[in-house]
């Protein structure tokens, strides 16, 4: 179901209701996310979120790229290639840091948290080969936006384990933002762009739910 954020489209344009959704729904929202951010997170909790976060968006070419090789919508191919560019810069950086946070922590259950990070992958894969125009850009779009709270975890984990952090690459926030709203004013676009978003916000509540849990099982909560 599409929250109540994302229907508000009709009383702005894409982006902007993209961002209020985000607000809501985003990773900047989650508890656990920001115990990492502005919290003392022993070393391992923050050492599993690196370590989660590769494994969703640590894979070659990235989702963004892949967005962009399925070209659903012609429109947005400069700026997710510009997007694409900065991602890859992004993923330099987590796997950097997954590196220096050592091996992934002792936790019960690792068995179903496999599973779990194989079905998210799976997910951003089939949103990123959707085919209904605006979907794919709209998880895009949201993955951009989200990327800002992350960088606050994998800044946080680079302060902590001595990792140099580097500028993100990402087109501006306001090139960002202008594009969305101009590619939602396509015909029958903007409700798919706030539903690609809306699918990539849930499954980024659903990592940090599940490191969550993970953090209470190793008693680190």
């Known amino acids: 179901m599409v929250s109540h954020a994302a229907l508000q489209i009709g009383t702005s344009n894409a982006w902007d209701a993209l961002v209020r959704l985000g607000e809501a729904d985003g990773s900047a929202a ?7 951010v502005l919290g003392t997170p022993v070393q391992r909790t923050l050492s599993d979120a690196i370590h989660a976060l590769c494994a969703i968006h640590g894979d070659h070419p990235g989702m963004i790229a892949d967005v962009l090789t399925q070209a659903a919508q012609p429109p947005a ?7 694409a560019v900065g ?4 993923r330099a950086y987590l796997a950097q840091l997954t590196a220096a946070v050592g091996p992934l922590p002792s936790t019960p259950g690792q068995a179903l948290t496999e ?8 997910a951003l894969e089939m949103l990123a080969r959707s085919e209904r125009r605006g979907c794919a850009t709209g998880a895009a779009a949201a993955l951009v936006y989200d990327w800002a709270a992350i960088r606050g975890v994998l800044d946080a984990a680079a302060e902590r ?3 140099a952090v580097p500028a993100t690459g990402f087109p501006h926030e306001s090139v960002t933002a202008a594009t969305i709203a101009e590619l939602g004013a396509a ?3 903007d409700r798919a762009i706030l539903f690609g978003a809306q699918q990539l916000f849930a499954q ?3 990592l940090w739910s599940l490191l969550e849990a993970r953090a209470s099982a190793r008693g680190d909560l």
């Open 30 to 36: 989650h508890p656990h996310m920001r115990r990492l």
């Open 204 to 206: 980024h509540r659903g």
């Open 115 to 122: 599973t779990a990070l194989v079905n998210e992958r799976h």
């Open 187 to 189: 015909p029958g676009c």
């Open 161 to 163: 384990f001595s990792v």
């Open 87 to 90: 991602f890859a810069e992004e």
């Open 77 to 83: 191919t400069e700026w997710l290639a510009a997007a």
